[in-house]
């Protein structure tokens, strides 16, 4: 588990001033991965007290400038956030409830299908999103 000391230098690592939002919203994306903006913002208010929704949004877009932070979106889900980043992992997304899981890549580096046709682009990334029923909801299906 990371410390705020850890937290810390990820921020000075990335040559971004340390404060109290910014180190919040880190270890709240670091608890809850795949968390949307308003549950970032509840796990936030409850570390900090009243915390604005442009602040928080604010830090979530500084930290994934930065690199700090991954944004993900599958397609019909809002955005989601996770500390898990530098490496090509891919998720597993239920189709009824919108549960997310991580997917380790089965290369490890992107761009890992090879494209049938490049149509001469230079390609660094392939998207890949898993789709399912999660056990839950299958479990649910089948009843
Ligand atoms: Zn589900
Ligand atoms: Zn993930």
Known sequence: MPTTT?????????????????????????????????????????????????????????????????RIQPPGSVARYESRVGDNHHHVVCRSCGAIADVDCAVGSAPCLTASETHGFTIDEAEVVYWGLCPACSTATRS
Not at 31 to 44: C, K, W
């Open 6 to 70: 850890d937290f810390e230098r990820m921020l000075r690592g990335v040559s971004l001033r340390v404060t109290r939002p910014r180190l919040a919203v880190l270890s709240a994306v670091h608890d809850h991965p795949h968390a949307d903006t308003e549950s970032i913002i509840g796990v936030v208010r409850d570390n900090l007290g009243e915390v604005s929704h442009q602040a928080v949004y604010d830090v979530l877009r500084a930290l994934t400038t930065a690199g700090l932070l991954r």
